[in-house]
């Protein structure tokens, strides 16, 4: 009859690697924040540029506004 041996096994951490495929997809997430900061932000500049620009052309003042003839 065979000796029967006891089996050990090392627990090891279990590390997952990323994979390019995880790289693309994290720097594709990242670059859409990115570019919707972006335009929200140019948004914001362009409309508060157009609002200063209508309303140096309609002034007002005391609350009525003054029509130029």
């Known amino acids: 009859m065979a000796k029967k041996s006891v089996r050990r096994h090392a627990r090891h951490?279990?590390?997952r690697t990323l994979?390019?495929?995880d790289y693309?997809?994290?720097v594709r997430s990242w670059m859409f924040?990115?570019?919707f900061a972006?335009?929200?932000g140019l948004g914001a500049?362009?409309?508060t540029?157009?609002?200063q620009q209508l309303?140096?052309?309609a002034p007002v003042v005391a609350g009525v506004s003054t029509e130029a003839r």
């Open 13 to 15: 951490a279990v590390r």
């Open 19 to 21: 994979k390019v495929k």
């Open 24 to 26: 693309v997809v994290i």
């Open 33 to 35: 924040v990115v570019a």
């Open 38 to 40: 972006l335009m929200l």
């Open 45 to 47: 500049i362009l409309g």
């Open 49 to 51: 540029f157009f609002r």
């Open 55 to 57: 309303e140096a052309s």
